[in-house]
């Protein structure tokens, strides 16, 4: 079974950081590409960043470009999100995502707030 697990979300000011992990099991986690998306209440998806499945190839939406930083860890099926300079723009829920075999998956999310 395909498990996606997010946390290291919570509470933080304006300007500060955290680090969001997504542990996978269920496949083999080198194999595939891994994406961050996020939403906000009452609004759609927001895919935040993509990496291939060696870690070596980087996307960003241009919202986050520039503060995010994603990287993935194969030897323990887990990928992150290093979130900088964050702003309450960027509170939401954040969800880790892959597509195998033409299927999508997806974890609970895990809830980012930026406030003061």
């Known amino acids: 079974e395909v498990q996606l697990v997010e946390s290291g979300g919570g509470l933080v000011q304006p300007g500060g950081s955290l680090r969001l992990s997504c542990a996978a099991s269920?496949?083999?986690?080198?194999?595939?590409?891994m994406s961050w998306v996020r939403q906000a209440p009452g609004k759609g998806l927001e895919w935040v960043s993509a990496i291939n499945s060696g870690g070596s190839k980087t996307t960003y939406a241009d919202s986050v470009k520039g503060r995010f930083t994603i990287t993935r860890d194969n030897a323990k099926n887990t990928m992150y999100l290093h979130m900088n300079s964050l702003i309450p723009e960027d509170t939401t829920v954040y969800y880790c995502?892959?597509?195998?075999?033409?299927?999508?998956?997806w974890g609970q999310g895990t809830q980012v707030t930026v406030s003061s």
């Open positions: 269920g496949f083999s986690f080198s194999t595939y590409a």
């Open positions: 995502n892959t597509v195998l075999q033409g299927a999508a998956y």
